[in-house]
């Protein structure tokens, strides 16, 4: 990790022919983990803050699901697209476009006076986060060493995992805490100092990034990979709610055969010596490959997890927002603990992701164990060493995620994989809400009670252990160390 004393120190900006210096190298990634953490936090206040915002501005409860499911599905639909602009046109300048996109719409969102601006304003977010987001992959890609990539890397799963469940502690906070008479207003006037130091510190410290060779856009590969995208997402965000009827499953076979089309026709525009939109030889990347079949599995169990968590404490407990919230600090100490740990852990490569795997499954049986035995009385305190064991193993498994899943790539396929990759996170996350949303539900009856709540939450528990131990079955198919598939490919 850099000296504090280095980012401090004064420096004037890098030019672009040279490799980026040490200090800039830590300084840019914390401006990418700042725009990692604007969308986190957004992809999850709308969770707490949902019932504030209907009683305010009116509207169905079908309104409540769409102020979620608006960012998601813009941004799922965006984010291939997204990462090929930053190999076009540049990683830097598509990453300031996209946080003063993303920030102008969260002062939509606070200023919206009805429903449907609201979830106008959220599509917007979607859109532009779709925009930022991959760019701070493909530029981590560029900036950092081999030696350092790890390093780098391993941030990502305590942020993810403090921004998860900070989220909705913060939303309950600012929902209750009413600042100047804003309500849930402020949970997106929020970004507004965040997106703003984004953009100045990413003016001053991220790198100029862009593929080596001259590229253009594949507009026929952006429209069937927008479709295709839309047409998986739209289903599994509104099948749940509408009961699962006949055009969810006729959408998501139609997906199927669009996104074959796209196949072909990427690779064949890459056979004539074009410029496709996802380049085919990423799929012959056992690193690749393998880390999309992982990821999506693995994101599904904890977005599914994390909703499920929240609506049972709340609802079935009774627990208030804050305290749901505060439910799961336990699970950040955890990950702050296992970033300690996973550091000189590093060089084993898969083996610590599948420790890590295990762990968490520990975790959330521990969980289950502990609803055994204190049942509907439940308190956090009780839920506590569960949940940092919990927490300690997603450290280890997230940290050497990404440098495994990328350390292959070529320079002329980062905005592409890291579009990708960003792209089958989304997808997860609609997949895992979806199925354990459903999963929940229906065990919990048309006349929930707290018993009924009790076996919801327990058979939920179950299915999320049984995918983490599928993670641990797909994470063979990635290889042992993050440096091997690029090595074998030389």
């Given at each position: 990790m850099?000296?504090?004393?280095d980012?401090?120190a004064?420096?004037?900006a890098?030019?672009?022919d040279?490799?980026?210096?040490y ?9 990418i983990l700042a725009a990692e ?9 709308t969770?707490i803050?949902?019932?504030?915002m ?6 169905t409860?079908?309104?409540i699901?769409?102020?979620?499911a608006?960012y998601?599905l ?5 984010l291939?697209?997204?990462?090929r602009l930053?190999d076009i ?9 996209g946080a ?5 719409a969260?002062?939509?969102c ?8 609201l ?22 890609k ?5 030696k350092?990539m790890a ?5 990502f799963?305590p ?6 469940v900070?989220?909705p ?7 209750q805490?009413?600042y100047f ?22 003016l ?12 253009r856009l ?8 927008t ?5 998986v997402i739209?289903p599994?965000v ?8 006949v055009w ?5 076979g139609?997906s199927?055969?669009?996104f074959?089309v796209?196949?072909r ?13 996802v380049v085919?030889?990423?799929f012959?990347?056992?690193?690749f ?17 994390m ?5 049972f404490t ?9 305290k ?8 950040s100490?955890?990950?702050?603990v296992g ?5 000189p ?20 049986l521990?969980?289950?164990?502990t ?8 308190t956090?305190w009780?839920?506590t060493?569960?949940?940092?064991v919990a927490?300690?193993?997603?450290s ?18 980062t905005?592409s ?5 960003t792209?089958?996170?989304?997808l997860?996350n609609a ?7 459903t ?5 919990l009856?048309s ?10 939450m ?13 993670v ?5 198919l990635?290889?042992?160390?993050a440096?091997e598939?690029a090595?074998?490919?030389?």
């Open positions: 850099a000296n504090p004393a980012l401090t004064p420096v004037s890098p030019p672009d040279e490799a980026v210096p200090r800039w190298r830590w300084a840019a990634l914390f401006v953490v604007m969308d986190l936090l957004d992809a999850m206040v969770n803050a949902a019932p504030s209907r009683a305010d501005l009116g509207g409860g079908a309104t699901q769409w102020l979620g608006a998601m813009s941004m799922a639909v965006g291939i697209t997204g990462g930053g046109v540049g990683r830097k300048r598509m990453f300031l476009i003063v996109g993303f920030t102008l969260s002062l939509l606070g200023a919206a006076q009805s429903p449907g601006m979830i106008a304003a959220r599509v917007a977010q979607g859109l532009f986060g779709a925009v930022m987001l991959p760019q701070g992959l493909g530029m981590i560029e900036m950092f060493p081999p350092e390093a780098a890397f391993s941030f799963g942020v993810m995992g403090l921004s998860a900070g989220g502690i913060l939303a309950g906070w600012l929902v805490a009413d008479g804003s309500g849930w207003r402020m949970i997106f006037f929020v970004n507004l100092p965040l997106g703003l130091a984004a953009l100045l510190a990413g001053r410290f991220l790198p100029e990034s862009r593929s080596p060779h001259p590229l594949d507009l026929p590969g952006v429209v069937l990979a479709l295709g995208g839309f047409l739209y599994l509104q099948g749940r709610e509408n009961g699962w009827p969810t499953f006729i959408m998501l139609a199927v055969a669009v074959a796209f196949g026709l990427q690779a064949r525009k890459s056979r004539q010596g074009g410029d496709p939109l085919p030889s990423l012959s990347k056992r690193a490959t393998g880390g999309m079949a992982t990821g999506l599995v693995f994101f599904a169990g904890m977005a599914g997890f909703l499920v968590f929240n609506l709340q609802i079935g407990l009774g627990y208030s927002t804050l749901a919230g505060l439910a799961m600090v336990p699970w100490a955890g990950m702050v970033f300690g740990i996973v550091q852990l590093q060089r084993f490569g898969r083996k610590v992701l599948q420790g890590g795997v295990l762990i968490m499954t520990l975790g959330v521990g969980v289950l164990l609803l055994n035995i204190a049942g509907t009385q439940v956090p009780q839920l060493p569960a949940l940092v927490g300690i193993g997603m280890l498994l997230m940290a050497p995620f990404f440098d495994i899943v990328l350390a292959g790539v070529e320079q002329h396929e905005g994989a890291s579009g990708t990759l792209a089958v996170q989304q997860g997949f895992g809400v979806a199925l354990l949303g999963v929940f539900f229906d065990r009856g006349v929930p009670t707290p018993a009924s709540f009790d076996h919801a327990k058979v939920t528990l179950w299915v999320v252990a049984g995918m983490l131990l599928a641990f079955a797909t994470a063979f990635l290889p042992r160390r440096r598939d090595e074998a490919s030389h």
